[in-house]
């Protein structure tokens, strides 16, 4: 392990504004307790995440990431859900292209009723993704802290462009 | 439209691994239709080639990505003229026309292709191309109700159909269909499939591609003095 990296899998979660990240919002007012190293970005529907989104946070260095969505059939937008999910598949194929464990990324889907599940969730992907120890490109914490918050910039300009 | 696909990813890496600083060009026309080289596409191979590079100790190779309107038209590419100066190799996301396109404007450039050029065809329903001409030089859709059996009949026959059409597919693959009954349905459709019983004759194939690249001249539209090039 390199210095200056911390040894805890960073985790981001890319949830959705209608479910997952209302989920997450149970979870706290819940008081449940899930790994505290999954960092969570909210976009108004997942299917408003690109492969790029997604491509761009395993090149800035985090260790998995896993993109939450609404139950099928229970999008605001119909089909965001869907579509997401076809991309996360099509990022794995990139991801084992490159030599990097598809693992790393998985698609989820709970409704905003659902806060139980959502720390289910990211303790999965924890238990998943900590055996396989770092990603390939994991940079250091300061870079990587950096990154996350860029990518959370971004994320924040998609919710104000989404709800005009 | 020239449909085309990526090629995979550790191919591009391998291309420009010894270079220093790549840009990775894509095209703004066919190929973003075809979602395989556009602005979307662009982002999304700068960032997979930039982590294959670093997974292959070559981290060191800059990648950058822009998207230009056209590149298989030498007026299109004037927006890149500068920028490629700060490059020494580029990979492009267009078709072959638009990766030569690039490699003849930028001569002491090293050009690469990123895309897999398929063929001319339409797309057929949500993410499935298919092809539907050959560029034969010498298209005789008139006569086959608009169905072409050279880009679309596994034997090109010209006199159909062969004995391997099965429930109006193709012997080759369940997937295609066979062009014949096409034609056929189409025919009967007009009702003038006594049409179809008439021997076709030989395909003129002098104006397909077997005699080095084709050229299309129009004498009234050239500029005095800048003819065809030889």
Known sequence: ??????????????????????????????????????????????????????????????????????????CHFLEGNLRAR??????????????????RLEMFNLSSAEGPRFAEIVKEMNNRITPLGPSPLRKDDAVLEAGIAQMDMEAQLAIQGGTK | MIVADRKKIPEIRDMIKDHKKVLLVGCGTCVTVCLAGGEREAGIIGSALRMSLKLADRGTVAVDECTIERQCEDAFIDVLAQR??????????????????????????????????????????????????AACGSC??????????????????????????????CEVSENTDCAWQLMYDRAKAMDKVQTLEAIAYAQDWSTSNDGGARKVVREDQCIAGMGPKA
């Open chain 2, 140 to 169: 005789r859709l008139g006569q086959y109700f608009g169905i072409c059996p050279i880009a679309r009949c596994a034997k090109r026959q010209l006199n159909g159909p062969c004995g391997g059409s099965r429930n109006g597919k």
């Open chain 1, 86 to 103: 076809k991309r996360v598949e099509r990022v794995k194929q990139v991801l084992r292209e490159i030599g990097v464990e598809p693992e």
């Open chain 1, 1 to 74: 392990m390199k210095k200056n990296m911390s040894r805890k899998p960073v985790i981001l979660a890319f949830c959705c504004h209608y479910c997952a990240y209302a989920a997450a919002d149970m979870a706290g007012s819940m008081r449940l307790s899930y790994p505290s190293n999954v960092r969570v970005l909210r976009f108004p529907c997942t299917g408003k995440i690109e492969e790029n989104h997604i491509l761009a946070a395993f090149e800035k260095g985090v260790d998995g990431v896993l993109v939450a969505g609404c139950l099928e059939g229970g």
């Open chain 2, 84 to 133: 490629a100066n700060e490059y020494d190799a580029i990979v492009s996301l267009a078709c072959g026309a638009g990766v030569q396109a690039l490699a003849e404007r930028f001569p002491g450039k090293a050009v690469y292709p990123g895309l897999n050029t398929q063929f001319i065809g339409i797309l057929e329903s949500q993410g499935v191309w298919t092809e539907k001409c």
